[in-house]
């Protein structure tokens, strides 16, 4: 073992996390083996800052990972485990057809040079799934298709070069218990002799329960109603909320309900209403409806939306996850029939906008999603609610605990948390191949 302070029955484990990020890694490694690391390098100063408040015992570099010397930050000891997830911008699918940057694709070459130069027993990488095609660039930036993997498997070799066994896998977070559904490669490097371990899935079919959507959610904040805006919804976003209501709340054999109470002053009693009993009066705010059914919207091309009972789709470093309530009064409530079709156009015969005449009236609904039948009771859908999920509600669905500390603007702690690694999976992982036997 390496020179240290003992830890429990065992010294205590030396860990360096570059591209520490706001502190997703650095968590998992103390989740997963009680230590947190000796150093943490970021080049962006408010992931440093976050990090800091968080990991105080860490000591800490504001600087490109290349910038720093791997002695330096291993203050002249071993290391027993090294970790790091570079940028992954300029490898995943959402970059889209922009051009890519060398310069960022070659990061993770970082490895490479802590290989050679410190040996750490353990190395972790966490990345995209498209990391496995790192490739080289054309003239305009782009991949070549017959290139495809081509400098991976090279940056594989040269770590084998130095010693080290190289594994990759595809691990998603919610079948480590968080939830969320993010689906990340790791790469588990070791050159001591010992077997790369890979933890067994903890949650899912057969197992615990995956964790939910739903529980990530602050259900006290208001959800406003989409129809009291200065500025109309765009027309595609119109048509995932309606996309939605169809498929997650009138289409759906078992509905989420959520029951929301009215803003009880402080120690009053929840004001809870009957579902037997009308509706009381709608407010804009979202605040006041008795009974609500849910789902998540995602805002972005070619997305679908989400129901809340399932792990909450990939977080990233802009808002896309959306809160969108339809709220629901009894039968006896009077039917707003007409604002889910403007949602639709007048193209389709099934389906028509409300600026033309309305079609033959049968003695069924058929012109406005306003029906939901739970447990054999007929609802009406009388307001719609929606809002860009909070980055508290993120970094819950992230894997990070309640006390974690996230200050500064919405934008930045967005980022950082869209960013960071799910910890639940790091503790998996660095416990599996470095935790005691």
């Not at 992954?88 to 990061?107: E, I, N, Q, V």
């Not at 490895?111 to 410190?118: C, L, P, S, T």
């Amino acid at each position: 073992m390496p020179d240290g302070t003992l830890f429990g029955n065992r010294q205590a484990l030396r860990v360096v996390d570059l591209f520490c990020g706001a502190g997703g890694t650095s968590l998992g490694v103390e989740m997963g083996l009680g230590v947190s690391p000796v150093a943490a390098v970021n080049h962006w100063d408010y992931a440093i800052q976050t990090h800091a408040q968080n990991h105080p015992g860490t000591m800490h570099f504001l600087e490109d990972v290349f910038n720093v010397h791997p002695w330096q930050a291993a203050r002249g000891l071993s290391i027993d485990l090294l970790v790091g997830s570079p940028d992954c911008t300029h490898f995943s699918t959402a970059k889209g057809s922009a051009p890519r940057d060398t310069g960022r694709r070659a990061l993770a070459d970082v490895f490479i040079r802590w290989a050679k130069e410190i040996r750490p027993r353990v190395i972790i990488l966490e990345n995209v799934r498209e990391f496995q095609g790192w490739g080289p660039l054309d003239s305009a930036g782009q991949p070549i298709p017959e290139r495809k993997g081509e400098l991976f498997r090279a940056w594989v070799r040269s770590l084998e070069v130095e010693g080290y066994v190289v594994e990759w896998r595809l691990l998603r977070a919610c079948d480590y218990g968080a939830p969320t559904s993010r689906l990340r490669l790791f790469v588990v490097a070791r050159c001591d002799g010992q077997p790369i371990r890979w933890p067994a899935p903890t949650h899912g079919a057969g197992l615990i329960p995956y964790r939910t959507a739903a529980e990530i959610i602050d259900w006290s904040l208001p959800c406003p109603s989409i129809f009291d805006r200065p500025r109309p919804l765009a027309d595609a976003t119109c048509r995932r909320i309606a996309e939605g209501i169809q498929r997650f709340v009138v289409g759906a054999a078992k509905p989420f309900i959520a029951t929301i109470g009215y803003g009880e002053r402080a120690g009053q009693s929840p004001r809870i209403a009957s579902t037997d009993a009308p509706l009381s009066t709608v407010v804009a705010g979202g605040v006041k409806h008795a009974l609500v059914s849910a789902f998540i919207a995602r805002h972005f091309s070619g997305a679908s939306g989400r129901e809340v009972q399932a792990p909450l789709p990939t977080v990233t470093t802009v808002d896309h996850n959306a809160l969108v309530c339809a709220a629901l009064g009894s039968d006896k409530t009077p039917k707003v029939a007409a604002f889910l079709q403007k949602f639709y156009g007048a193209s389709d015969a099934q389906n028509q906008g409300v600026q033309v005449p309305l079609g033959t009236v049968t003695t069924r609904d058929r012109f406005a999603l306003t029906t939901v039948n739970i447990s054999g009771e007929p609802w009406q859908i009388v307001d719609i609610g929606m809002r860009m999920l909070q980055p508290r509600e993120l970094a819950n669905a992230q894997g990070f605990p309640a006390d974690y500390i996230f200050n500064g603007s919405k934008t930045d702690q967005t980022a950082a948390i869209g960013n960071s690694v799910v910890p639940q999976v790091m503790a998996a992982l660095t416990r599996a191949n470095l935790g005691a036997a």
